[in-house]
């Protein structure tokens, strides 16, 4: 059986068996979808009462220590079952869905969300997972893990940026080569900018494999949440953007949000938290 045969197994059985699986994923095909025109690009816009406890949660150091982690294998829900990759990570069904099909592929290990030494193995999963896109969110930039590595995957098809992916705050690098996608990742990770107190480069990945090709979309990262997640009163906006939110899909836990949000606000949030225009002084990119 294909790796990916069996995940989707996976789901399916787990849908049988736990009922907040279940109804989470049922509930999602109710889920309201707006879309709009941000710069000539489409975005969805998707309201998603489930997002709420990822959207908000605290992932400062203090906080983290305090909870207990919701990856690991031995705090995992008793219905919750695992398939392996490799001897290093364990795939598990997202009971929190944004696409119809989303699983978390959690290192075995209790380690930190660092992407150096492991973007290898995520162009190895997006070739084994060829019908969906693996995503990683950086410690600051929408992991609500950061204390435990983890990519996600959802079903192609979703977020439209698979389908346009010239847009203006991405990085984009496609080759059938693995080394040279490698390669230039580093170039691009040893090119960011690092705050002294950060374990690395803020950013989210979204990478996939299509005719032999891996194409990967890197996002760096200036900001963790924008003012509007901040403000009080109108202003408020509940918005922690992540992968696929710059994938195009912005995931609002908060019906007043999704009703008010605009395309101009979704050009000033992504202006906020995305940085622009970094790469003109690297050679070597294409
Ligand atoms: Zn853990």
New binding site residues.
């Given amino acids: 059986m294909k790796f990916q045969d069996k995940i989707e197994q996976l789901l399916t059985e787990q849908l049988g068996e736990w009922e907040l699986a279940r109804n989470n994923y049922s509930a999602l095909k109710q889920v309201k979808i707006k879309t709009m025109n941000v710069d000539g690009h489409l975005y969805k816009v998707q309201f998603n009462p489930g997002r709420i406890i990822s959207s908000s949660a605290k992932v400062d150091a203090e906080s983290i220590r305090k909870r207990k982690?919701f990856?690991?294998r031995e705090n995992l829900p008793p219905q919750q079952k695992v398939i392996p990759f490799r001897d290093t990570y364990n795939i598990l069904v997202n009971p929190f869905p944004v696409f119809s099909r989303h699983f978390t592929i959690a290192h075995v290990e209790?380690t930190p969300q660092l992407i150096a030494s492991r973007f290898g193995d995520m162009l190895d999963l997006a070739q084994q997972l060829d019908g969906y896109s693996v995503f990683y969110n950086g410690p600051k930039c929408g992991a609500s893990?950061p204390?435990?590595f983890h990519f996600q995957a959802g079903n192609k098809g979703f977020m439209p940026i698979e389908n346009d992916r010239n847009r203006k705050h991405v990085i984009l690098i496609e080759s059938e080569n693995k080394e040279e996608i490698l390669n230039n990742f580093k170039l691009i990770y040893d090119s960011l900018p690092l705050s002294a107190d950060e374990p690395e480069p803020m950013m989210n990945i979204i990478t996939w494999y299509e005719n032999k090709t891996w194409t990967t979309c890197l996002f760096p990262r200036k900001k963790h949440r924008p003012d509007c997640y901040f403000a009080q009163g109108d202003d408020n906006i509940l918005i922690s953007p992540a992968s696929v939110d710059m994938g195009g899909v912005f995931v609002m836990p908060m019906e007043k949000d999704f009703d008010k949000i605009s395309g101009k606000d979704i050009a000033e949030i992504l202006e906020e938290v995305v940085l622009s225009d970094i790469f003109l002084g690297i050679r070597g990119l294409d």
């Fill in positions: 982690c990856i690991c209790h893990a204390d435990h």
